[in-house]
């Protein structure tokens, strides 16, 4: 059963349900999987919005990204309309203003790590 990412969890908990992406499960069957530790760079109001939204749903950042990543292999969407509503709020506290449109275009910031640096040898 899928579960409706714009309730809390407690309230899915509440009615029996078991979140999805929790790891292991797929209907009746389990499925072994090994996970690792991933040292990932991301752009951090994005990160922000992750993480806030996983919070939101009492499920872990990487229960999140991996929901959203096997949603996306498969050419679907992992959120409902409510949970884009909520994303966008989330979007606005944040001051995160990318789109989709801005994946191949995000360029870092070097200068103001080399500032720090070169700050830290004085």
């Known amino acids: 059963m ?7 969890a407690a309230e899915v908990y ?9 790891g ?3 209907g009746d069957q389990e499925l072994l999987i090994e996970r690792v530790q991933t040292g990932v760079r991301m752009e951090k109001r994005l990160l922000k919005v992750l993480k806030a939204f996983a919070e ?5 950042l ?4 991996e ?13 409902s309309t409510a949970s884009l509503e909520r994303i966008q709020e989330l979007k606005r506290f944040y001051d995160l203003k990318l789109d989709s449109s801005a994946s ?6 070097k200068a ?9 040898k004085h």
């Not at 191949?104 to 910031?109: A, D, P, V």
Request: net charge positive.
């Open 2 to 8: 899928k579960r409706d990412y714009n309730q809390p």
């Open 112 to 120: 103001k790590a080399a500032a720090k640096r070169v700050g830290a």
């Open 67 to 79: 929901g959203i990543v096997l949603h996306a292999f498969d050419g679907k969407t992992a959120f």
């Open 14 to 22: 509440h009615r029996g349900m078991v979140p999805w992406y929790t």
């Open 56 to 60: 939101y749903h009492d499920m872990t």
């Open 62 to 65: 990487g229960d999140l990204l």
């Open 24 to 26: 292991t499960m797929l």
């Open 104 to 109: 191949h275009r995000l360029k870092e910031i």
